[in-house]
């Protein structure tokens, strides 16, 4: 049974921004152990990115550019 991750805004923006944690983030999604799932719309770091509410494309964007927008969303 595969350990469940769910990854936060934090997270979405290291990989987005190609960082050193953001690789070893992307390890763990490649690796088969793990079931990820993305945390949906809502911290204040997005909002840095002119992600809102009411503006979920530019969410949906973002994801794309991190490489996860294939990943199943969460409510946390």
Same mark, same amino acid.
């Given at each position: 049974?595969?350990?469940?991750?769910?990854?936060?805004?934090?997270?979405?923006?290291?990989?987005?921004?190609?960082?050193?944690?953001?690789?070893?983030?992307?390890?763990?999604?490649? %690796?088969?152990?793990? +079931?990820?799932?993305?945390?949906?719309?809502? *911290?204040?770091?997005? /909002?840095?990115?002119?992600?809102?509410?009411?503006?979920? %494309?530019?969410?949906? +964007?973002?994801?794309?550019?991190?490489?996860? *927008?294939?990943?199943? /969303?969460?409510?946390?």
């Amino acid at each position: 049974m595969p350990y469940k991750v769910t990854l936060d805004h934090n997270c979405i923006l290291d990989l987005a921004n190609r960082t050193p944690v953001g690789a070893k983030i992307e390890t763990i999604i490649k %690796d088969p152990r793990y +079931e990820c799932f993305v945390v949906n719309i809502g *911290a204040s770091e997005m /909002r840095k990115k002119g992600v809102r509410p009411d503006r979920f %494309d530019t969410f949906e +964007e973002l994801l794309e550019s991190a490489g996860i *927008a294939h990943l199943p /969303r969460t409510i946390r």
